[in-house]
Each structure stands twice: as structure tokens, then as C-alpha cells.
DNA sequence: CTTTATTGCCTAGATTATCTTGGCATTGAG
DNA sequence: CTCAATGCCAAGATAATCTAGGCAATAAAG
């Protein structure tokens, strides 16, 4: 965990974060999930309850691809990669995100 | 409705919300909605159906509570105002709205 | 050699918050 | 007289996350 206790507020946003994740190249699950918590120094915790649940459904609307591959330790790992469609999809969340935050920043944070 | 589509960003984020709406002073609840949803310049919206559980839920909770009164047009209406304990959840909620947009932003939106 | 942590995938069920869609009552405007 | 806006409420559906497990292989530690 992060911080105090429950992180509700991925909710909505862990789609995006996988699919920017991707945007870089091909990664397996786990190293989706360990990606996103450091680069989110901490603030971000990706259960794997979570996770693969959204990679098959996203696989499942089409904006990822998986195939089986070698891990860099050399492990059997699933590989997911970026469609078209999930490029089109992470513009899109990234815009709503960013209206979103700015929107809930205004109000909320003391200036 | 704000943007595209379903608002699944405001999960975790409506408390935080109504508890800053409500510490500039006690407010009824279509007032709450309403105010959110101007401040946010229609970023935001407030559904009745998640606001009033939410409130139901932040009153179990000892972070608000209600009195009947009047609105500004005379009708019959529910204010809602502050308690101490609802203060400290807005600036805890606060800080971790905080940390996670900004952690979030800064993986999501390019510089 | 044995134990433990790490990597890596997966699933069932619970939880919980939101949304959808309804209803009700009053007031003001057209 | 009708319709939009104000104001409250509830039942049920939806959907995403988390909890808590299981499995298997490797590397490190004892």
C-alpha cells in the first residue's frame, strides 16, 4: 500500500496507466505492475487481483495483444503490446484524465 | 454528463468533494451537486443517485450532519454541514488526492 | 540440502461506489 | 395549464477493485 489506506481512486484510472505503461514497448504483467508503482514512486500499487483482470478485459475490447515469450530472467511470461485502437483509447483517457484532475485540483487543493 | 463518456474517475474523489464544498459552509444537497458541478466548470458531475447515498454514508461515518431547513427559494430542504472529524478526513482525503493525481499526471501527460 | 523470497500467472468471491431509473412534492414561468 | 426547475429519496444494476487464495520455477540464504 501507499499511503494512509484504500486506493478507490485508481478506479477509471488503471486502464490509462497500463496503456502508457505499453506505449513504451512490450511488457509482461508483472512488469506492467512493478513499472507503474515505481514510476509512481509508491503512490500507485498495482494488485495483480487488479491487473490481469484489466489486461483480459482490455485485451478483450482490443487494445492490447498478448503472446507468450521469455522474461528477461528467463521466465515464461505473457507479453502484452498496444493496438491502434488501444493507442486511440490511452489519447483519449489521457484527455479526460487531464480535465478531470485539473477540475478536481482546482477545487480541492489550497493554492 | 462532462466529457465523452462514463465519469469511472470520480470513484474515491466524490467525498473528498462534497467535504470541500461543504467547509465554506453548510449547504443542502442538490445545492452540493450543483456547486461541484459549477466549480469544476461541468468536469464534474454529481448524479443524485451516487450523491445522496454518499451523503447518507459521510453522515454514518460522523464526518457531516444534517438539519432540516429552508432553501433560498423557500422550499424544504436538508443542510448539511461539517464536523470536526469531517475536517480531518477533507485533509487527509486532501493529501492523498494530492500525491496520487500528481503521480498519476506525471506518468500520464507529457511534459 | 532445505528454506525462503522473488518472479510470474491465474481465479473466485466479496466489497463498494457509482449510475440508472424510477417516484414524490412544490414553485415559477410560459 | 403545462412544463422546467428545485429538492428529496430508494431499489436494483453495473463494474472495477481488492482479498486471499493456488500453482510453478529460480535464486539466494542458512
Redesign the pocket.
Known sequence: MAETD???L??????ALILKTLSGGAR????IARWIEEASEEAV??????L??????MERRGWIEAEWGT?????K??FYHLTAKGRRQLAAETRQWARFAQAVSKILLPI
Do not use: F, Q
Open positions: 484504500t486506493n478507490a485508481l478506479h477509471g484510472t488503471l486502464d509482461h504483467g508483472y512488469g500499487s498495482v494488485e495483480e487481483g487488479s490481469y483482470p484489466a489486461l483480459y478485459r522474461s528477461e530472467l528467463g521466465r511470461a505473457k
